[in-house]
């Protein structure tokens, strides 16, 4: 996925990575998509910068974009670099968590959500992220509220959406999810 975005959005890698798990965060606050695959591994340990995983089974291959949820200190996305047997290692560095037993590994998928969107809010992070405050902007009488990324916390202009709406149709039920090869949590 991260790939993916470096080439179709001309941005460096490192831009993609810092500013790809905010956009995640506000997209499936929009939408109550979460964009994962099916595709999931139950984590084991995380040790020397290295994830053991249950069983690997050739779900997650190198190169994939993954996501630890439930990790406390892994909050990132990871981009897949090795992997030896059950043990995974990343392109970032990853922090140490061997008691936690609730972290799952999930490939993310940007399936059914048009480039053009992720890259706008990627550009428009680029080229605002250094501000601070809210602005406001009118348009054609009404005003439109947002500000820049700010301790995790991102809004962009509703304009910005137009590619993820179609994605709000979803019912929130699980088989619906699980059809269209998502995995709810």
Request: hydrophobic share 35%; glycine share 6%.
């Given at each position: ?14 831009t ?21 695959t ?18 690997n ?30 043990e ?31 890259d ?17 902007q ?9 500000s ?13 959406y ?14 619906e ?9």
């Amino acid at each position: 996925m991260i790939e993916t975005l470096v080439n179709y959005t001309k941005l460096d890698k490192e831009t993609i990575i810092d500013l790809l798990p905010f956009i995640l965060i506000e997209i499936r606050n929009y939408t109550n998509q979460y964009f994962l695959t099916t595709h999931h591994l139950k984590v084991v340990e995380i040790k020397d910068g290295k994830i053991k995983v249950e069983n690997n089974d050739n779900v997650i291959s190198v190169g994939d974009t993954v996501e630890l949820m439930n990790s406390e200190n892994n909050v990132l996305i990871y981009q897949v670099k090795e992997i030896t047997g059950n043990e995974i290692s990343f392109e970032q560095p990853v922090v140490d968590e061997t008691n936690n037993e609730n972290i799952v590994m999930i490939k993310l998928s940007l399936k059914n959500v048009n480039l053009k969107t992720i890259d706008k809010m990627l550009k428009y992070d680029v080229e605002f992220g250094s501000n601070s405050g809210i602005k406001s902007q009118s348009l054609g009488g009404y005003s439109v509220e947002y500000s820049t990324p700010n301790n995790g916390d991102t809004h962009y202009p509703i304009e910005l959406y137009g590619g993820v709406n179609s994605l709000k149709k979803v019912n929130d039920d699980y088989a619906e999810y699980r059809r269209k090869g998502y995995v709810r949590l």
